[in-house]
T-cell receptor
Framework: QQPVQSPQAVILREGEDAVINCSSSKALYSVHWYRQKHGEAPVFLMILLKGGEQKGHEKISASFNEKKQQSSLYLTASQLSYSGTYFCGTRADTGFQKLVFGTGTRLLVSP | DAGITQSPRHKVTETGTPVTLRCHQTENHRYMYWYRQDPGHGLRLIHYSYGVKDTDKGEVSDGYSVSRSKTEDFLLTLESATSSQTSVYFC?????????????FGDGTRLSIL
């Protein structure tokens, strides 16, 4: 079942912060985050495993709330280069499960 | 960057014709995937492969077939293309299926079926 991402779109000014959420109705083992710029391939950002692990990647970090089956991606002091569409991919906790992607959150950072 | 090459990058064809897309990798990764990307749907898995001649269906496999005769090549075939298969197709690879292994994507093939 496809995870739900919110918001669907965000417009920021350079230097502002944003949070993108990814929620699933299934118990999750891992959450993947990717960023895709227009006309390009999705690029891997980070993976979070169940256990509430938080990860960081420069000014982009993420958390995984196992109780809520939700992951949040935090973008702080946004830069123009952060513009693009952010996808979460979730892998369920039971048996062999493929990665299922959300529909994406479009982020636009303006000067 | 992961060594993934998709071909062709763009293709326009007519309804009812067969189409084959190719994904070639130089990473010697075991797992290969075909996704389609459509507005409002995100990335949806068509088929994947977990080794030479070992493939399985994804969530939107109807109308598609795949083959993998060598580790480095994964082919996606539309036997009789329909307009609903107009999409951007991405190939991805991963070293293992473990939950902490990322997938790396090719640059995509934009397919238009008239």
């Amino acid at each position: 079942q496809q995870p739900v991402q919110s918001p669907q779109a965000v417009i920021l000014r350079e230097g502002e912060d944003a949070v993108i959420n990814c929620s699933s109705s299934k118990a999750l083992y891992s959450v993947h985050w990717y960023r895709q710029k227009h006309g390009e391939a999705p690029v891997f950002l980070m993976i979070l495993l169940k256990g509430g692990e938080q990860k960081g990647h420069e000014k982009i970090s993420a958390s995984f709330n196992e109780k809520k089956q939700q992951s949040s991606l935090y973008l702080t002091a946004s830069q123009l280069s952060y513009s693009g569409t952010y996808f979460c991919g979730t892998r369920a906790d039971t048996g062999f499960q493929k990665l299922v992607f959300g529909t994406g959150t479009r982020l636009l950072v303006s000067p | 960057d992961a060594g993934i090459t998709q071909s062709p990058r763009h293709k326009v064809t007519e309804t009812g014709t067969p189409v084959t897309l190719r994904c070639h990798q130089t990473e010697n990764h075991r797992y290969m995937y075909w996704y389609r990307q459509d507005p409002g749907h995100g990335l949806r898995l068509i088929h994947y492969s977990y080794g030479v001649k070992d493939t399985d269906k994804g969530e939107v496999s109807d109308g598609y077939s795949v083959s993998r005769s060598k580790t480095e090549d994964f082919l996606l075939t539309l036997e009789s293309a329909t307009s609903s298969q107009t999409s951007v197709y991405f190939c991805a690879i991963s070293e293992m299926l473990e939950p902490n292994q990322p997938q790396h994507f090719g640059d995509g093939t934009r397919l238009s079926i008239l």
